[in-house]
């Protein structure tokens, strides 16, 4: 099945500071890769998407890159601000069948931005 | 509008004892998923369900069950408690005909076994 590896584990930058958190996919068929946000005792929440006929994405300060060669996508943060503080994860699907779209997760990067 | 709600927030639990963790959502979406969260591991998919009446396995699915009787309703059952189910747990819905697979995640039930 697929796996999906996240790094760094944790991350600390300043205010202001951009922020990176890289994610590779073993599964050359996966064609969606989201990324959540997950603040402390709440459930992880989408920020933002790319698929795979697309490079890259952006949102306003976030944006996200994907090769697809290399079977790796980033998620990019600018002026980072202290509510970006929280735990971010990769993942990755593929197919139209819903068990096959069922998301797998990276471990996770926990983000702290210091004031 | 709720979203999808969970139920209980935390339990504590004795090995061997059954229970229940209720999710429910009113956005009328065909598919739920049930994750577990463990430190360091992120979320694993334990069981799916494509639309009412039918649901699958995940990743992690030994000692769970679940069941679609309806929409909205996904509950996910524990036979018989043991140590290492303690976690916490996420319900998902989304809606699989769009696209993009968006889930929508529940506040989560922290549950411990002892």
């Known amino acids: 099945g697929e796996n999906v590896e996240q790094h760094p584990s944790t991350l600390s930058v300043q205010e202001g500071d951009s922020a990176v958190i890289k994610c590779t996919y073993s599964?050359?068929?996966?064609?969606?890769f989201p990324w959540y946000k997950q603040e402390l005792g709440k459930g992880p929440q989408l920020i933002i998407d790319?698929?795979?006929?697309?490079g890259e994405k952006k949102d306003q300060r976030i944006a996200v890159t994907l090769n697809k060669t290399a079977k790796h996508f980033s998620l990019h943060i600018t002026e980072t601000q202290p509510e970006d503080s929280a735990v971010y994860f990769c993942?990755?699907?593929?197919?139209?069948?819903?068990?096959?779209?069922?998301?797998?997760f990276g471990s996770g990067t926990r983000l702290q931005v210091q004031p | 509008i709720a979203g999808i709600t969970q139920a209980p927030t935390s339990q504590i639990l004795a090995a061997g004892r059954r229970m229940t963790l209720r999710c429910t959502q009113d956005?009328?979406?065909?598919?739920m998923y049930w994750y577990r969260q463990d430190l360091g591991l992120g979320l694993r998919l334990i069981h799916y369900?494509?639309?009412?009446?039918?649901?699958g396995k995940g990743e992690v699915p030994d000692g769970y069950s679940v069941s679609r009787a309806n929409t909205d309703d996904f509950p996910l059952t524990l036979a018989s408690a043991v140590p290492s189910q303690t976690s916490v747990y996420f319900c998902?819905?989304?809606?699989?005909?769009?696209?993009?697979?968006?889930?929508?995640f529940g506040p989560g039930t922290r549950l411990t076994v002892l």
């Open positions: 998902a819905s989304s809606d699989a005909t769009l696209p993009r697979n968006e889930q929508f």
């Open positions: 599964d050359s068929a996966s064609n969606y």
């Open positions: 790319i698929r795979s006929n697309v």
């Open positions: 993942a990755a699907s593929k197919g139209m069948d819903t068990g096959r779209r069922a998301l797998t």
């Open positions: 956005m009328r979406h065909n598919a």
């Open positions: 369900s494509n639309t009412a009446g039918t649901t």
